[in-house]
């Protein structure tokens, strides 16, 4: 009886892991059409040629991104190294010099 509840709690639990990765592969598939928004915007800031105080740091916008999908990565497929310690900064408004 008891390895029958052991076995039902790690069967319920297959789901659970299973519902998580593909979340997060969802998650790195939007990530991919964030990256691709922030560059076609990027684009079209430099097209229209805007000249206002501030700006969008797409640099910075695009190193969180990879920062993110980094961190996904190494959920998803851990390695036995130390992890590293970085973070997204949230400041995307600079100001032109």
Do not use: W
């Not at 430099?46 to 990565?73: P, S, W």
Request: aromatic share 6%; net charge positive.
């Amino acid at each position: 009886m008891r390895a029958l509840c052991l076995a039902g709690c790690l069967l319920t639990a297959l789901p659970v892991l299973a519902g998580e990765k593909d979340e997060l592969a969802l998650v790195m598939k939007q990530l991919d059409q964030v990256q691709a928004s922030l560059e076609r915007a990027r684009v079209v800031a430099v097209q229209d040629g805007q000249t206002g105080r501030f700006h969008f740091d797409y640099l910075r916008a695009t190193q969180d991104v990879n920062t993110m999908r980094r961190g996904i990565e190494f959920y998803l497929e851990p390695s036995r190294a130390q992890p590293t310690t970085s973070s997204v900064s949230g400041q995307y408004r600079q100001e032109r010099r």
